[in-house]
């Protein structure tokens, strides 16, 4: 799947360039303009798509597997449900349609959107300066990390995967965990139990227990 959902998008990119397809390939623009501002567009869509996982109670079933991991580091950029999977391509392969961004910028965004995703989930520990710098542009470990916590509202925010503008423009940004980084909980208050972490279990979790506060569309005025 994590072959074939980046090569599923870049390849109906290149057929809607073909056939003239979507948005980009009516406006004319050429590649310096068309490129960066399809990557933008689609990492804007990311982050929405993102959202909806924690606001609909039905999508956080399926998304929460990724935030039951009891740990934080480079392997939790990884675990996705296969259901998670499955939707997210299809959102995408819409996207596509419509936008009918440049194939290459598809190719682009899907290596970036992978290699940012191990990098935010990884558990580096950058100097605070260069942390601040990065984070002015990129989603950080540290910023990311936050999203991982057990709090409600902190595990409801910080939704970015490359860019982090999203999150400040957006009103979803949180700098810092309550607790700080070295007593946050990561996880959520479910399938605490390390045997929760068994793949049968884990491919489980959307049909048992309640979803609980952490839907945004159940959270608590």
């Not at 567009?41 to 606001?55: C, G, T």
Request: glycine share 8%; with cysteine; net charge neutral.
């Amino acid at each position: 799947m994590r072959v074939v959902v980046p090569a599923g998008a870049v390849g109906l990119a290149a057929e809607a360039e073909a056939r003239h397809w979507g948005l980009f390939n009516n406006l004319g623009l050429p590649p310096y303009i068309a490129i960066p501002a399809a990557f933008v567009l689609l990492d804007l869509a990311i982050y929405l798509q993102h959202v909806m996982f924690h606001a609909v109670p039905l999508l956080w079933r399926v998304h929460r597997m990724h935030h039951a991991d009891l740990d934080f580091d480079v392997t939790t950029g990884v675990r996705f449900h296969p259901v998670e999977i499955l939707l997210s391509l299809g959102f995408k392969l819409g996207l596509v349609a419509v936008l009918g961004p440049p194939a290459v910028a598809v190719l682009i965004f899907e290596i970036a959107l992978n290699g940012t995703s191990m990098f935010n989930h990884s558990n580096l520990r950058i100097p605070d300066r260069i942390d601040a710098a990065l984070r002015n542009v990129l989603v950080t470990p540290d910023m990311h990390r936050v999203h991982h916590s057990i709090a409600v509202r902190e595990t409801n925010s910080n939704f970015g995967f490359n860019l982090s503008c999203w999150d400040r423009i957006l009103g979803t940004y949180c700098p810092q965990p309550a607790a700080g980084h070295e007593q946050m909980v990561i996880g959520i208050d479910t399938f605490r139990d390390p045997r929760e972490l068994r793949l049968d279990r884990m491919l489980g979790q959307p049909f048992r227990a309640g979803v609980g506060n952490y839907p945004i569309s159940r959270r608590a005025a």
